[in-house]
């Protein structure tokens, strides 16, 4: 894998889509604030089923913080961890208020200090929703980046920091987007489906020629 490899699979997955975005519906950042803190294991599918019903009715913190805790755990409860999930969710309303104003705030610190917010979901926050470079690397990205060996690493902040210094400039606000999606849909993890990939010949993933 090398500095060319690398800008090629980018600009291919650029051109077969030219503006991924993420799966999960929102209009505002707190909706995907809201969305993301919804998602652990959970499908985004699922997550889009429990906001539909919920943002009609709260879709600010202070309209959640309103709804009460009983009635956000009814709005949501069609997905995994619903509880523990409401809970954060009315902490972080509650925080978001007295502390900014009701806004989701800019900056990863600020984001990481809010309940059920990591790394991974302040990335998503930061480049989704207000545009920056970062790339959010789940277990989808994880695969992608270790089996094409764009950037193999050993964990996922590993991972991070190499997408991060070998994307290229011009591709780094969209990588997460375009990895997501790719390993969602083609280099899935049990069979990859190497026969449809766009990027199948500068993949160097060893076992493509046979699962492909």
């Not at 302040?122 to 920056?132: E, P, Q, R």
């Not at 089996?147 to 997408?163: C, D, S, W, Y």
């Amino acid at each position: 894998m090398n500095a060319q490899k690398r800008y090629e699979i980018f600009a291919r997955l650029r051109e077969h889509n030219p503006e991924p975005t993420t799966e999960l519906n929102w209009s505002t950042p707190f909706e995907l604030l809201t969305a993301v803190l919804l998602s652990a294991q959970a499908t985004d599918v699922g997550v889009n089923k429990a906001t539909a019903r919920l943002f009609p009715v709260a879709n600010t913190p202070q309209a959640i913080i309103d709804l009460g805790l009983d009635a956000l755990k009814q709005q949501i409860k069609t997905i995994g961890l619903y509880n523990t999930k409401a809970e954060n969710l009315m902490k972080t309303c509650r925080m978001l208020v007295e502390k900014h104003g009701g806004e989701v705030p800019r900056t990863r610190a600020e984001l990481e200090a809010l309940p059920g917010v990591g790394r991974k979901t302040a990335n998503v926050i930061l480049n989704t929703a207000f545009g920056d470079p970062t790339i959010a690397v789940d277990t989808h990205i994880f695969r992608v980046a270790n089996r094409t060996r764009i950037a193999p690493g050993k964990n996922v902040n590993e991972v991070e920091q190499k997408l991060l210094r070998h994307v290229p400039k011009e591709f780094r606000r969209d990588a997460h987007h375009w990895l997501i999606l790719h390993g969602r849909y083609t280099c899935v993890a049990r069979k990859p489906r190497c026969g449809s990939c766009v990027i199948e010949d500068l993949c160097e993933y060893k076992e493509k020629v046979e699962l492909g």
